[in-house]
Nanobody, 127 residues
């Protein structure tokens, strides 16, 4: 069974940075793309970023592009989300996600295509 454990969330000020980490177990990690999604209060879960299994291709939502960076260390079964210049709109619970299809060449078309989610880590940006 795939398990994902996120860490690194917290309360920060506008303009600060945070790095989220997600350690994965029970998976052939290096064969699967990984993603980050988030859910803000009163809103549906939304896609944030995706990285393919090899780590050489990424995709971002328009709202975070150029400020957030997804990366992975296949030797440590860990995926990261570096978040810079944080704004109040980034306040949400952030979830690490595991793709259901090995070797997918790009981000899956739907959140339903992820077969495992972490428990979530809260990020709060205070103005």
């Amino acid at each position: 069974q795939v398990q994902l454990v996120e860490s690194g969330g917290g309360l920060v000020q506008v303009g600060d940075s945070l790095r989220l980490s997600c350690v994965v177990s029970g998976s052939s990690f290096s064969n699967y793309g990984m993603g980050w999604c988030r859910q803000a209060p009163g809103r549906e879960r939304e896609f944030v970023a995706y990285i393919v299994a090899s780590g050489d291709k990424t995709r971002y939502s328009a709202s975070v592009k150029r400020r957030f960076t997804i990366s992975r260390d296949n030797g440590k079964n860990t995926v990261y989300l570096q978040m810079n210049n944080l704004q109040p709109a980034a306040t949400a619970v952030y979830y690490c996600t595991h793709d259901s299809l090995p070797g997918r060449p790009g981000a899956p078309p739907s959140l339903a295509d992820y077969n495992a989610w972490g428990q979530g880590t809260q990020v709060t940006v205070s103005s």
